[in-house]
Structures are given as structure tokens and as C-alpha cells.
């Protein structure tokens, strides 16, 4: 099928053209992040009013970089949640609109959903995996049997590991959203310069918690006279990422080993991190097991991602009413 798929459930607007659930024709991000960056965070009700300026942009986008008309469109595939409902109704009834118009069928997936099949669009990944998706919302743990056949293993007690990266950013006065800024400092830095506590490494269970990681950090902060700059600034984040990556590498491949699932895939913002490339590479090649990372455009938030899914609920003849609303939580 050529599916038009739209993602708005957070501070992206993006629409994106998928054949056949596999191949990404086109697939457009719209990023609100300069404008959240003023207030430190993501501010609801601006991102709900920025989806509804870019959505009709966005997909027509979309559209025309696939080389396709939308009278060849043949469903449609939304985020239904979780996320924030005011940003999700925009994309929710958008995709409406048009199914309604056109007379196409529609289905509502999971971000996560979203997230956890994203590398199928790059190579053919056989089921079954572990899927550990850590993103600015999520640090989850997932065996998956196939579409739509998931099973939680763990999951954040409290912060996900994305927003741990961007309350430290902002602790540490790097603005918002922090990931990058503190990869490309933790690159120059030394991880063993701070001994920054391994939250819940040892317990013989699969959650995680990244709370204290933050808090631990807060308090180094605090015991210095000024916050950190230069070769310090470095050290901390590189000290930082080394704690948060050891326990997501830790517990993944503790996972993958209890499940006996030998390929791993990584997805979510938080995988576009190099210190967490490079660990899990290493920890997943001395084990004998594979892992996959999607390319950095599928790691973030975005449209392409939801069609995996989408294409195969579809195809089952899995279809969503026009009452189709957002689930603002929603465990998958
Ligand atoms: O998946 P995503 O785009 O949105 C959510 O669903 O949350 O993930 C965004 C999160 C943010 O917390 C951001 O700081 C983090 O991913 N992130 C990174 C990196 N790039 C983005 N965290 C660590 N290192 C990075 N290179
Ligand atoms: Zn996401």
C-alpha cells in the first residue's frame, strides 16, 4: 500500500509517503525546537498551535518530495499517543480530514510502536528482538515477536534517559534540548574523571532509573564554586554519559541474554548518542549478538516510522473510526 503517515504528538510536525510499510519516499520533519529552547522545555499549548501552522505544509511537502499525488494515497497512518493530546489532535484530525475526503482507510499507532520498528525501513530486521527505545519521553524494554507482539520487560521508574540528558543540560546552563550538546562535549572529555552512581545496576531486574544519576550531578554542581567550564565542563559530561550509557548498555544486553534474543535494536532520540553507538557495538560484539541502529533521521521523531505498523494493520484490513481520539498515556 502507499501509505501518508503524520507524527505530532511532541515538538515535531511530520508527515512522510511509505510503500508497502517498507520504503520511505519521502519523509518530512518540521522541528518547533528553536521556539520550546526559549522556554527550556516544551510548552504544550505552543506546540499544539505550531502543529496546526505547519501541518498542510508539511504534508504537501511530503507529497511532492515522494513524486506522488494524494489521489494515490491509499491509507492513512497517525500517532493516536502517547504524547501531549492538544499536539496529537492536530495530527489525529488531519488524518481524518483527509480519510474522510478521499474515502481512505485510516489506522492510529503507537509512537513507540513507531520508534521500535523504524530500522525495518532500512534493512529487514527478523523478529524476534529486543528493542530498547530511550528517547526524551521513554527508556523502555520490549521483546518484539512481530507487529503488534510486544512484551515489556523494563521500563524507567522515573525519568526516561533523554530527559535526564536534557535536565543536566540545563543544570549546567547548555540550553534545551541538551543530547547532542552534551555528546559532542563527553567526546572531549573523561568518563572516569567523576564517579557518578550506576542507578539500580545491580538489582536482578530490568527497570531503570536515571533520577539520581541527575540529582548526583546537581549536587557536584553545587559543591563547586561556579558551574563547570572548559576541560572541566568536558570531564563532567563525559563522566555523565559514561554513568547513564553503562546502565542502558547493561541492562539491554542482561535482557537480550534472559530472553535469548540475539539481535538488538536501539531507537528513540537517545540512540543517536555516540558514547551509547560505541558501547553497545562493543558490549553486543563481545556477546556474539547484532545490533541495529535506524540512521539518525528515524531515531528522532518522525513520520516514516509509524507505516511499519500502519502498513501491516492495514493490510490485515485493521481499520480506526472517524471517533478515533488521542491517548495522551497509552502502554504498549
Ligand atoms: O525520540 P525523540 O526525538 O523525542 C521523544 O519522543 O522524546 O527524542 C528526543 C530526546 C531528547 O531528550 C534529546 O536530548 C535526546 O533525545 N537526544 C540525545 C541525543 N540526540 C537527541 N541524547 C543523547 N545524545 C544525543 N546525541
Ligand atoms: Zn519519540
Known amino acids: 500500500m502507499l501509505l501518508l503517515a503524520i507524527e505530532s504528538s511532541c515538538d515535531e510536525t511530520a508527515a512522510a509517503v511509505v510503500r508497502d510499510g517498507r520504503h520511505a519516499l519521502s519523509n518530512v520533519i518540521a522541528s518547533q525546537v528553536d521556539v520550546h529552547a526559549r522556554y527550556g522545555g516544551v510548552v504544550p499549548e505552543i506546540a499544539s498551535r505550531k502543529h496546526l501552522e505547519a501541518i498542510s505544509v508539511v504534508v504537501e511537502e511530503a507529497l511532492e518530495r515522494a513524486s506522488v499525488t494524494l489521489a494515490e494515497i491509499e491509507g492513512l497512518v497517525v500517532t493516536r499517543g502517547p504524547g501531549l493530546v492538544g499536539a496529537l489532535l492536530v495530527g489525529l484530525s488531519f488524518a481524518k480530514a483527509v480519510a474522510m475526503a478521499r474515502n481512505l482507510p485510516l489506522v492510529g499507532v503507537h509512537h513507540i510502536e513507531g520508534h521500535i520498528l523504524a530500522p525495518q525501513l532500512e534493512q529487514a530486521v527478523p523478529f524476534p528482538y529486543l528493542a530498547l527505545a530511550v528517547s526524551g519521553g521513554h527508556t523502555h524494554l520490549y521483546r518484539v515477536d ?134 553497545m557495538g562493543a558490549a553486543c560484539a563481545a556477546k556474539g549478538k547484532t545490533v541495529v541502529f535506524p540512521s539518525p533521521l528515524l531515531c528522532a521523531d518522525n513520520a516514516a516510522m509509524l507505516a511499519v505498523a500502519g502498513d501491516s494493520y492495514l493490510s490485515a484490513g485493521e481499520r480506526d473510526g472517524f471517533a478515533l481520539n488521542a491517548l495522551a498515556s497509552w502502554p504498549l
Open 146 to 279: 512481530g507487529v503488534g507482539r510486544y512484551r515489556i520487560l523494563g521500563r524507567t521508574l522515573d525519568d526516561a534517559a533523554g530527559e535526564a540528558f536534557d535536565k543536566v543540560a540545563k543544570l549546567l546552563g547548555l540550553g534545551y534540548p541538551g543530547g547532542a550538546v552534551i555528546d559532542r562535549l563527553a567526546a572531549e572529555g573523561n568518563p572516569k574523571a567523576i564517579d557518578f552512581p550506576r542507578p539500580m545496576l545491580h538489582k536482578h531486574q530490568l527497570d531503570f532509573s536515571f533520577s539520581g544519576i541527575k540529582t548526583a550531578v546537581l549536587n557536584h554542581v553545587r559543591a563547586q564554586s561556579e558551574l563547570p567550564a572548559g576541560q572541566d565542563l568536558r570531564d563532567l559530561a563525559a563522566s555523565f554519559q559514561a554513568a547513564v550509557v553503562e546502565v542502558l548498555v547493561k541492562k539491554t544486553l542482561r535482557a537480550a541474554e534472559e530472553q535469548n534474543l540475539e539481535r538488538i535494536v536501539v531507537a528513540g532520540g537517545v540512540a543517536c548518542n555516540s558514547g551509547l553507538r560505541q558501547a
